[in-house]
């Protein structure tokens, strides 16, 4: 027996919701700081229920759960051993500025230094013909001869 087009589907024996009527969405990942979830769990203390708790945190019921088992006493230990620690940080600074300027204006030399052998031929066209440029000329030569893969050795060119 075919049922009409006009039908609306049944809905499941034990759906609380009509599966028509529900929004796929995605939720998206929210990520609690220390703060956060200290408050989580002086209010789990204080006798707040987990459901609500997840629900203003925008959380699942595990992470509260995960938050509670944890407890509060490695939380607390982890923030004074970790005084910066107060919100979530990808990176870290360093201790020696100066070192780290030096470093960043070495890879800034060292990238412009190094030039593809590809570009060689565009790069003797605008010098000139000095004996560096020779040189350079005859390396290209030499390369085009097969016994290198232009595309991956590379030249250090200091002038």
């Known amino acids: 027996m075919t049922r009409p087009m006009y039908q609306v589907p049944n809905a499941r024996k034990n759906a ?3 599966v028509i009527d529900t929004p ?8 609690l ?13 204080n006798g707040h229920c987990s459901k609500k ?5 925008m959380v699942g019921l ?16 982890f923030r004074t051993d970790n ?18 300027e030096a470093l960043n204006l070495w890879f800034y030399q060292v990238k412009k230094a190094v030039i593809l052998c ?7 066209h605008k010098i000139g013909g000095s004996e560096q440029v020779q040189a350079l000329f005859d390396l290209q030569v030499f390369l085009r001869n097969g016994q290198f893969e232009a595309s991956t050795y590379q030249s250090t060119i200091s002038f």
């Open 33 to 45: 700081n220390f703060v956060q979830r200290e408050e989580i769990i002086t209010k789990k203390k």
């Open 83 to 100: 005084p910066d620690s107060a919100i979530r940080c990808t990176f870290k600074t360093s201790n020696y500025p100066l070192l780290d």
């Open 16 to 18: 609380s919701k009509k």
């Open 53 to 57: 708790l997840a629900l203003d945190n």
């Open 118 to 124: 590809t570009q060689l031929s565009d790069l003797i």
């Open 62 to 77: 595990s992470t509260i759960y995960d938050i509670i088992a944890k407890g509060s006493a490695k939380l607390s230990k």
């Open 24 to 31: 796929i969405a995605k939720r998206k990942k929210v990520v």
